[in-house]
């Protein structure tokens, strides 16, 4: 199934913010733009480096830029597309330290 990405703007405005992650999201959006996935597994198999944050929350982080930046997604497999909405992007650092205050599973910063 084609992939609907929800809130590409929240992209473009972080590049804005941080104009030197252009080119890293530039090339994930492109891979976006041309996928198809029938499950969660897929989204692994096309991006390997992503890890799915628990069975239960629906929700994937992307690595992003050789691991530079993370973005995380909450995805739904519905009969004609994957949603895949944005909740959240930010650098390595920034990811652990959510990480090591439990926000990854429920933040909604977008």
């Not at 405005?13 to 969660?40: D, G, R, T």
Request: glycine share 6%; aromatic share 14%.
């Amino acid at each position: 199934m084609k992939i609907h990405l929800i809130r590409k703007q929240t992209i473009e405005k972080y590049i804005a913010a941080n104009i030197q992650s252009k080119s890293a999201f530039a090339n994930w959006l492109s891979i976006i733009k041309w996928v198809k996935w029938k499950e969660p597994n897929d989204i692994i198999s096309t991006f390997n480096s992503a890890d799915i944050l628990g069975e239960s929350s629906k929700r994937i982080v992307f690595n992003i830029g050789g691991n530079k930046y993370r973005m995380i997604c909450s995805y739904h497999f519905g009969k004609k597309k994957v949603h895949l909405f944005i909740k959240w992007i930010g650098t390595h650092s920034e990811y652990a330290k959510l990480c090591a205050e439990g926000k990854q599973y429920t933040i909604d910063a977008y």
